[in-house]
């Protein structure tokens, strides 16, 4: 079989290319000057011999410190679940048991839907403690003396309950959120 048919083969080549085709000018890897090390870069043999091969058609090659070279020490074979869990950018870190753990990995052991949770996170602004204890659209919200959840509010005003929270999140007080009228479309589809 052919160098360039081998997944191995690939991960080399790809390895080098981002690290150092024209392309990559701007990329992660340029600013944070990633490079490939001296061993690997001009032999794809040295890289096997270090790397040995992919133990399954799932894993590919992953940089244990996102922002450290390609080199044997910082270098493994992962699945994609373990490279999501390791871009430390792209994953919410929480408080769980006194130990900072990735969202998706607590929401896992909690039995929790993680988009849910990641939803009001991200998009209500609860925190994480506020995300697991209940239904944000269950909360009470007081306006001219009657206190209802926002579901309750939403039926009564006529106001998506969407819009409500997206005009608390962006800090409005309750009296505005309850009563702005809502901005409708005047385009005709």
Request: charged content about 30%; aromatic content about 10%; glycine content about 4%.
């Amino acid at each position: 079989m052919a160098k360039n048919n081998i997944k191995e083969y690939r991960a080399w080549k790809s390895m080098k290319a981002r690290c150092y085709a024209p392309s990559s000018k701007g990329s992660h890897y340029d600013t944070n000057n990633i490079q490939v090390c001296d061993r690997w870069r001009n032999s794809y043999d040295n890289f096997i011999a270090d790397m040995g091969n992919a133990p399954s058609a799932s894993h590919s090659l992953d940089r244990i410190d996102n922002n450290g070279n390609y080199e044997p020490q910082n270098c493994r074979w992962a699945t994609n679940t373990v490279q999501t869990r390791n871009r430390g950018s792209f994953n919410i870190l929480v408080k769980y048991q006194n130990e900072d753990r990735v969202l998706k990995d607590v929401c896992t052991v909690l039995g929790l839907k993680y988009d849910t949770i990641h939803h009001r996170i991200t998009q209500l602004g609860l925190s994480f403690e506020q995300a697991i204890a209940d239904d944000p659209f269950d909360r009470k919200v007081t306006y001219k003396d009657k206190s209802q959840t926002m579901r309750e509010w939403s039926e009564e005003l006529n106001i998506p309950i969407r819009i409500l929270y997206d005009r608390q999140f962006a800090g409005w007080e309750t009296q505005r959120m309850m009563e702005q009228p809502i901005r409708r479309s005047t385009k005709k589809i």
